[in-house]
């Protein structure tokens, strides 16, 4: 457990899928659930009553936004059944597990965000994340309940499939908290620059920017020293370039 990857659910709208998912874990083993937002507020006594006594309720974190419930985690990986138009890794659940093993086993803590039962996750959650978890569902009839993928995924963690090939683990990653940092300092400047022009595709050039560096995989000094390059151009901004000569 102590390795296990932590499962959010953002945004869940029924106590009772948020209780199916509590017990589904509890069977596989893990107990590291997050809400965010849930519609009903919490505790949710349906989501007692459903979860039938399973111990992962009594540690259940849950936070209002996003940021605070990524806490601790250096890799995110979103489930979604759309691509969304953005460069992601699209990976089933059996890969994603294996995957995120060997990053634990690295030294990493990664989560697994689902999205709410009405419109799943927003574009913004997406372009922060690693890579995407789609399950190899029937195109012709493909919604998943909210608790059915929280259990096809907390299956494959317990069934402890081979590490994938690709997988290269880095030393000291940045984590969540430093990349949303990171993030918001870059794209601050960019405003004050002018960048996001014109405003109505403000949040597709935010996720852009976002899944990009996202894919660059930044350990903590590099998200330190890449916001001390953002610092470094915006404080030298409207200066004049002084020439010495010897």
Known sequence: MLHAPAFILHQPQMGENIGAAARVMANFGLRDLRLIDPRDGWPN??????????????????????????????????????????EKRVLTPR????EIRAAHEAGERAGVIFGGEKAGLPNEVVADADAIITLPVDREFWSLNLAQTVACC????????????????IREPASKEDMDRLFVHFETELDRAGFFHPPEKTPLMINNLRSALVRGRFT?????????????LALGRGK?????ED
Do not use: C
């Not at 890969?95 to 294996?98: D, G, H, S, T, W």
């Not at 590099?222 to 390059?229: P, S, V």
């Open 45 to 86: 006594p349906k989501a007692e009553n459903v979860a039938v006594g399973s111990p992962v309720l009594a540690s259940v974190q849950v936070e209002y936004t996003t940021a605070p419930a990524m806490a601790g985690l250096t890799r995110l990986y979103a489930t979604t059944a759309r691509p969304r138009g953005m």
């Open 95 to 98: 890969q994603a597990m294996a």
């Open 154 to 169: 907390a299956y494959e963690w317990r069934a402890g499939d081979e590490v994938s090939n690709d997988f290269e683990p």
């Open 220 to 232: 903590e000094q590099e998200a330190r020293t890449f916001r001390g390059a953002i610092k470094a």
């Open 240 to 244: 004049a370039r002084i020439v010495r």
